[in-house]
């Protein structure tokens, strides 16, 4: 009884290590399902999460934040931070501080569903990873710079009075928008303006320019 136990049990153990090695076998042949990441990068689903990021509406240069702050109440964790002023001019609420902490962010999607402008969006990548606790807060203008990767140019939009503001917070060029984006304006600085040309006295155009002086600043 004995010997046939032990036989049994051994018959038993090479079965099954045959059927381990064919598991190991198998995969062997099959395609890998891991890439070699960062030589070999990950196609990401489109409805993949990655951080909230900031949109700009291209036909007219402006952020389409309205510092309305429903994202602000909607936010679990209390990740961002809104403040801004009015503009005497225009009327119209100016982001100040645009922030969010991502280092307590948890991409639940709630500040972008609650946005009437649809001014945020989930960026879609995963590289955001720093050994500086202060770079995970994310500014306005690093919000900004993210969005425009998924900022279009709105049709029938608005005039806004605030053309250019996003150049002018930041310091973006055509550089930094997404390929083949048509483009109402430039994001460029205007133009400085020449000073005027000094009108030559009369009679006195044949007579070669004076000297300026106080070349010295
Ligand atoms: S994704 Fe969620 S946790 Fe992150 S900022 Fe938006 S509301 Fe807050
Ligand atoms: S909900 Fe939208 S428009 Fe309102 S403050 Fe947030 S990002 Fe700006």
Redesign the pocket.
């Known amino acids: 009884m004995g010997v046939l136990s032990y036989l049994s049990e051994a018959a038993h153990a090479g079965w099954t290590m045959i059927q381990g090695l064919g598991v190991t076998i198998g995969e062997f042949f099959r395609p890998p399902v891991t890439l070699q990441y960062p030589d070999e990068y990950p196609e990401l689903p489109g409805w993949f999460r990655g ?2 990021v900031l949109k700009t509406d291209l036909s007219t240069g402006a952020y389409k934040c309205t510092s309305c702050a429903a ?1 602000v109440r ?4 209390g ?2 931070t809104l403040e801004s002023h009015r503009n005497p001019e225009t009327k119209r609420l100016e982001v100040d501080v645009f922030d ?1 902490d991502m280092g ?9 569903e609650s946005c009437p402008m649809d001014a945020m969006v ?1 960026d879609n990548g995963f590289e955001h990873a720093t050994p500086n606790r202060a770079e995970i807060v994310y500014d306005f203008r690093h919000l900004l710079q993210l969005g425009l990767a998924y900022s279009s140019a709105d049709e029938g939009a608005k005039p806004n009075p605030n053309k250019w503001i996003f150049h002018e917070r930041t310091g973006a060029t055509e550089k930094d928008l997404p390929p083949g984006v048509p483009l109402g304006t430039p994001p460029r600085p205007e133009p400085k303006p020449k000073p005027p040309a000094a009108k030559p006295a009369e009679g006195a155009a044949a007579e070669p320019p004076a000297a300026q002086g106080g070349g010295a600043e």
């Open positions: 951080i909230p994202c909607a936010c679990p964790v990740a961002i969010i307590r962010c948890m991409q639940c999607n709630l500040c972008v989930m």
